[in-house]
């Protein structure tokens, strides 16, 4: 009983041991700040020392970043106890003007298993670089376009769209956003931008706050301070559409349905000198309830579309006179217009009607 007791305390003890003895590291920095730094002196390096406070050797098993601009470099073997090991992280700034924060998280075999290391900066865009990322520019401003694009926007929903730019000078900016539409909301983040920075615009449209549908374009001005004496206008693009989400199947059975008498009004040749030429547009209601018209349209300044009712009962028809100015022909050579029908039926809320010409 003696030696079995003795035994057990032993074993109790190279157990206890054993469960204290490991590797331990502590990183002497998990984060670097590279400052402003000009994107022409190409990759720039830091490292992350770490010391091993354990019993046990310990290794770095894995370091990976999260962007392929941001590399880390270490070696695999074990690091002793009381000894010293580097990652070196190199960053590649090309192409990538502005402010940045990249991660790189390093897997131990020791205590803590896993760790996260911090760099970051703001890189100053090359000319070049600027012209391609940024092709508008106002003074110290540039932005990335002059067209905020929403596509599609329901009735009863919101879209959102951003537009970066980026400071290229050397002062700090705070950029205006004014002449807004009502229906859309902008925040500029940050509103107080270093120099060599980037900014946000960042835009939500209310599509119930449109009385128009179809494509509905607007615009807004952006300078770079209240004080700055000159504007760009950014044009906004939207579709605004009807959400036939909530109907039942028997309400889509009982839906109006859009028909026109053609797909196309060519009116072949036709002199730009002569007179407006008129033509008529069938639009007939195969379904069965009311059809509404919501908006007739063409963009083209040449085709002009007047419609003599915007509500058609189920198997009724009405018409739409569509005149062409020959002398507003772009080009004053080739036609080509469209004319779009947006209505409540479901499954052609959107019809579109070519006018061709050949004017000479």
């Given at each position: 009983m003696r030696f079995s007791s003795i035994f057990s305390v032993i074993a109790l003890g190279l157990t206890a041991f054993s469960a204290s003895a490991e590797g331990r590291a502590v990183w002497l920095e998990q984060k670097h700040d590279f400052g402003a730094f000009d994107e022409s002196i190409g990759k720039v390096f830091c490292d992350f020392r770490l010391v091993n406070t354990g019993d046990e050797p310990i290794v770095i098993l894995n370091a990976r970043a999260n962007c392929g601009c941001t590399r880390p470099e270490y070696s695999r073997e074990p690091i002793a106890p009381g000894d010293t090991a580097t990652v070196r992280v190199g960053f590649d700034p090309t192409g990538r003007p502005g402010r940045f924060m990249k991660y790189v998280n390093v897997d131990l075999d020791g205590k803590p298993t896993r760790t996260s290391l911090t760099i970051?900066?703001?890189?100053?865009?090359?000319?070049?670089?600027?012209?391609?990322?940024?092709?508008?520019?106002?003074?110290?401003?540039?932005?990335?376009?002059?067209?905020?694009?929403?596509?599609?926007?329901?009735?009863?929903?919101?879209?959102?769209?951003?537009?970066?730019?980026?400071?290229?000078?050397?002062?700090?900016?705070?950029?205006?956003?004014?002449?807004?539409?009502?229906?859309?909301?902008?925040?500029?983040?940050?509103?107080?931008?270093?120099?060599?920075?980037?900014?946000?615009?960042?835009?939500?449209?209310?599509?119930?706050?449109?009385?128009?549908?179809?494509?509905?374009?607007?615009?807004?001005?952006?300078?770079?301070?209240?004080?700055?004496?000159?504007?760009?206008?950014?044009?906004?693009?939207?579709?605004?559409?009807?959400?036939?989400?909530?109907?039942?199947?028997?309400?889509?059975?009982?839906?109006?349905?859009?028909?026109?008498?053609?797909?196309?009004?060519?009116?072949?040749?036709?002199?730009?000198?002569?007179?407006?030429?008129?033509?008529?547009?069938?639009?007939?209601?195969?379904?069965?309830?009311?059809?509404?018209?919501?908006?007739?349209?063409?963009?083209?300044?040449?085709?002009?579309?007047?419609?003599?009712?915007?509500?058609?009962?189920?198997?009724?028809s009405t018409k739409a006179e569509v005149t062409v100015d020959p002398s507003k022909v772009e080009g004053g050579k080739l036609l080509n217009a469209r004319i779009n029908i947006v209505a409540n039926d479901p499954d052609h809320p959107s019809t579109m009607v070519r006018v061709v010409a050949e004017v000479k």
């Open positions: 970051q900066g703001t890189v100053i865009g090359t000319s070049n670089t600027l012209k391609s990322r940024f092709p508008v520019t106002l003074g110290p401003m540039k932005l990335r376009s002059k067209i905020i694009p929403y596509g599609e926007v329901l009735k009863g929903h919101t879209g959102a769209q951003f537009l970066e730019g980026y400071n290229a000078s050397s002062d700090t900016l705070r950029p205006v956003v004014a002449d807004l539409p009502p229906y859309i909301k902008v925040l500029v983040e940050p509103a107080v931008v270093p120099p060599g920075d980037g900014f946000v615009i960042s835009t939500v449209l209310n599509a119930s706050e449109i009385d128009s549908w179809g494509v509905v374009t607007d615009s807004m001005t952006v300078s770079p301070s209240a004080s700055y004496p000159e504007k760009i206008t950014v044009e906004t693009v939207a579709i605004i559409g009807e959400d036939f989400s909530g109907l039942t199947q028997k309400q889509r059975e009982n839906a109006p349905r859009i028909d026109t008498d053609v797909t196309a009004i060519d009116l072949e040749r036709i002199s730009p000198s002569a007179a407006p030429v008129k033509r008529n547009l069938t639009i007939t209601n195969k379904g069965k309830s009311p059809l509404m018209i919501r908006r007739i349209s063409c963009p083209d300044k040449a085709v002009d579309v007047k419609l003599k009712t915007t509500e058609i009962k189920p198997g009724k």
